[in-house]
């Protein structure tokens, strides 16, 4: 707990740090970068002094001062939701299939899964919507939204489908590798000699084993599907978080530094929620399958 607790400080500063580099680097009118130190430490005291009045909770969209939580909450439960759902079954698919190519000699399947893993995610989401739209003009048939084209006509299946693959791709491939490794140790070996049946050895002997591994990767995983959000709500158009973000970054007025702060610390805080949502789901996993 104390560690959490002193690292917020740090975090805050990195994201001031990384929310001011705009404002920090200023081309000098010489093909070069110059470091404008005063406007960033403007813009940071401006943030400060602005937080008891509420001005640094509000901002500009076209020429309409919002304020930032009113807005905040809607978003949120929208990136929330997406990352919530891929990243749940996401990792219960990817687990399943994984422990399926561990035991599985297709070797082809795993072939296929592994190039359609490595597709960049902005090319399989532009294949599912080419897919739709394709089938559509063949048939007159719109099978799914392949955006958000308003609040009445959102855009479901095809975002779900992306958060879920994202995730997926990138928990059998690691869980292919961890249970192969497993089922080649001794105790395995041990438990077949006993004439225990297969399904109970890989749930109950292999899977435990190889689930505290899933756990300690669970940041390079959440630093996957945080990092692809952004992709996911611009290609289908989703008023999540990250469109707030990068569609109101820059106003009439210019660089809006308080809403950049804001919205990094709210990403931080969806980050944790998500981390915690998964550390719970993995634990109870753990709980189920430990005998």
Known sequence: MNRIVLSIPMVFILVLIMAELPLLLQPDGSHSIRLDWPQGAASIKAYFS????????????????????????????????????????GTTIGVLIGIYFSLSRAEWLKRTVEFLGAMPDFVSILLLQFLVVFVAS?????????????????????????????????????????????????????????????????????????????????????????????IVEYLYNLHGLTMLLFSNVYSYSGYQFPLVVNGLLTLLLLYAVIYTLLKTYLWGWEKVLSR
């Open 50 to 89: 602005g937080i008891p009045t509420g001005d640094s909770f509000r901002f500009l969209s076209g020429q309409n001062t919002l304020s930032f939580w009113e807005q905040i909450g809607s978003y949120f439960i929208i990136s929330f939701g997406y990352l919530a759902c891929g990243a749940l079954i």
């Open 138 to 230: 063949k048939t007159g048939v719109v099978l799914f939204q392949i955006a958000t084209l308003s609040v009445k006509e959102p855009a479901i299946v095809l975002p779900l489908v992306s958060s879920i693959l994202i995730p997926a791709s990138y928990m059998i491939r690691n869980v292919t590798m961890q249970m192969t490794y497993t089922l080649a140790e001794d105790y395995i070996g041990f438990a077949k000699a006993r004439g225990l049946r297969k399904l109970y050895i890989v749930f109950y002997h292999a899977l435990p084993n190889v689930l505290p591994f899933i756990r300690a990767d669970l940041h390079k995983f959440l630093g996957i599907l945080i990092g692809n959000i952004f």
